[in-house]
């Protein structure tokens, strides 16, 4: 009962997307999630995240992004997935995280109906001028650690745009 209850009362769903579902968007669930939870809004918030591509499928964050985040308290164990059309007719909020990311979003979105709720991750930052979050995945150790300061500016400003659109 208690299972429904919360199903019922949970009003507003978030999906991150990258490429790959291994390290930013699998971040910034982790992120995103630790938030909504301090603040006591995890029965009324879901959050997802997914990638445009399918590649890593079942597979748990990339090591480098799950340790970056272990030192900063989070943990990152969802599993990679692909993400679907079912996902934009769902998700009241599709946060994605860079220009290449919104182009792929978008091809899904094959009857323009969801255009208005995806948007660039980075227009929640406010301590930050960057535009998109830099893919990590080839880089060294400090890629990783500016995806999660980007993230944790910008979840903060998710976290805003949440709170006002709950009922
Ligand atoms: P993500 O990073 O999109 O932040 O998960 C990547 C992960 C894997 C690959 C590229 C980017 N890859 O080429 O496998």
């Given at each position: 009962?208690?299972?429904?209850?919360?199903?019922?009362?949970?009003?507003?769903?978030?999906?991150?997307?990258?490429?790959?579902?291994?390290?930013?968007?699998?971040a910034?669930?982790?992120?995103m999630?630790?938030m909504?939870?301090?603040?006591?809004?995890?029965?009324?918030?879901?959050?997802?995240?997914?990638?445009?591509?399918?590649?890593?499928?079942?597979?748990?964050?990339?090591?480098?992004?799950?340790?970056?985040?272990?030192?900063?308290?989070?943990?990152?164990?969802?599993?990679?997935?692909?993400?679907?059309?079912?996902?934009?007719?769902?998700?009241?909020?599709?946060?994605v995280?860079?220009?290449?990311?919104?182009?792929?979003?978008?091809?899904?979105d094959?009857?323009?109906?969801?255009?208005?709720?995806?948007?660039?991750?980075?227009?929640?930052?406010?301590?930050?001028?960057?535009?998109?979050?830099?893919?990590?995945?080839?880089?060294?150790?400090?890629?990783?650690e500016?995806?999660?300061?980007?993230?944790?500016?910008?979840?903060?400003?998710?976290?805003?745009?949440i709170?006002?659109?709950?009922?």
């Amino acid at each position: 009962m208690a299972g429904i209850a919360a199903v019922m009362t949970r009003s507003f769903r978030v999906l991150f997307v990258c490429l790959g579902n291994i390290c930013r968007s699998p971040a910034a669930e982790g992120v995103m999630r630790s938030m909504i939870t301090e603040e006591g809004l995890a029965e009324r918030v879901s959050i997802r995240s997914a990638g445009t591509a399918g590649w890593h499928t079942g597979k748990l964050p990339d090591q480098r992004m799950r340790s970056a985040g272990q030192n900063r308290g989070y943990d990152l164990s969802s599993r990679a997935r692909q993400v679907s059309e079912v996902d934009l007719r769902e998700c009241d909020l599709v946060l994605v995280m860079d220009q290449q990311n919104l182009r792929d979003v978008c091809s899904y979105d094959r009857e323009s109906q969801f255009g208005s709720k995806i948007r660039l991750f980075c227009e929640f930052c406010t301590d930050h001028s960057e535009t998109e979050v830099p893919d990590p995945y080839y880089g060294g150790e400090q890629g990783f650690e500016l995806v999660l300061d980007l993230l944790e500016d910008g979840c903060r400003g998710v976290l805003r745009h949440i709170r006002s659109s709950l009922p």
